[in-house]
């Protein structure tokens, strides 16, 4: 067993009932697909979310093809406070147990250049939609005693992030929220996991404005260690050898340091057009 998937530190919390009904946000296509198709394959019932229906319709028939016994899709814009509401509403009357927050997106480039409006989605989208779901999840489950959440983070979450400056520092705030989160919850019945993937072949990138790292890895390489761990009942998830040493280096030098090897490695992947601003 690697370093990456051992316990933190005696965190070891109940492990999830196979079966149970998980609904996954950003479910359309890289990591939020090759999770559904993790869970599928463990029988979850799945309530699939995205903003494109025919992405989620893919996403839906892999899931039955692997094993998962029902799956749901729902269209949503998680930025929009209304259609998580809405979204929320379905998935409550399909007694959902278990919240997958993976949605999420960046953009690249100076920071100075981008809009009000572009920093104002980016937030919407990768703060306000996931502690709103995970508010009506924990207001649904903590009356039964029993509810998983899962929050994809980043391994960017431990260094600052130039040139994708927003994105960086929102998976820092979601990693803190996450381990108080899970703290404050103990002995309750309802679990929270925090996962620290590193870079993705997805279309994460292009649609940041930026090349891919040339150290991305398939998305079905941290799906795979993601869901096995939280199934075990892991609070904290790094999902690969090199990513657990990103993790390690960015926690031993100072802070100043890693911005300046990030901002040389993002400099390096910019493309010559200006990212598209949502």
């Known amino acids: 067993m690697s370093r990456s998937s051992e316990p933190q530190r005696g965190r070891h919390l109940k492990k999830f009932p196979l079966g149970m009904t998980c609904l996954v946000t950003g479910a359309s296509s890289g990591l939020g697909r090759a999770l559904s198709r993790e869970l599928a394959q463990r029988g979850c019932r799945l309530l699939i979310t995205g903003r494109q229906s025919p992405e989620l319709e893919q996403t839906r028939r892999e899931c039955l093809e692997v094993g998962s016994p029902r799956v749901e899709l729902f269209c949503a814009d998680l930025t929009?406070?209304?259609?998580?509401?809405?979204?929320?509403?379905?998935?409550?009357?399909?007694?959902?147990?278990?919240?997958?927050?993976?949605?999420?997106?960046?953009?690249?480039?100076?920071?100075?250049?981008?809009?009000?409006?572009?920093?104002?989605?980016?937030?919407?989208?990768?703060?306000?939609?996931?502690?709103?779901?995970?508010?009506?999840?924990?207001?649904?489950?903590?009356?039964t005693g029993r509810g998983y959440l899962l929050n994809i983070v980043s391994a960017g979450a431990y260094q600052p992030g130039p040139y994708t400056a927003v994105y960086y520092a929102a998976k820092a705030f979601l990693s803190s929220w996450s381990q108080a989160l899970s703290e404050e919850l103990k002995g309750t019945g309802l679990v929270v996991t925090a996962a620290y993937p590193g870079a993705l072949k997805t279309a994460f990138a292009s649609r940041a404005g930026r090349k891919p790292s040339p150290w991305s890895r398939q998305p079905s390489f941290a799906a795979k260690r993601i869901i096995s761990a939280w199934e075990r009942g892991q609070v904290r998830i790094v999902p690969g050898v090199q990513e657990t040493w990103a993790v390690f280096l960015s926690r031993l030098f100072p802070e100043a340091w890693s911005a300046h090897v990030v901002s040389r490695l993002q400099a390096s992947l910019q493309l010559t057009q200006k990212p598209k601003t949502h």
């Open 80 to 143: 929009v406070p209304s259609e998580r509401q809405t979204l929320w509403e379905w998935a409550g009357h399909h007694q959902v147990e278990a919240l997958v927050n993976n949605a999420g997106a960046g953009v690249a480039g100076l920071w100075a250049e981008q809009s009000s409006e572009t920093d104002a989605q980016q937030l919407a989208l990768l703060l306000e939609a996931p502690l709103d779901l995970a508010k009506r999840w924990l207001w649904h489950c903590r009356p």
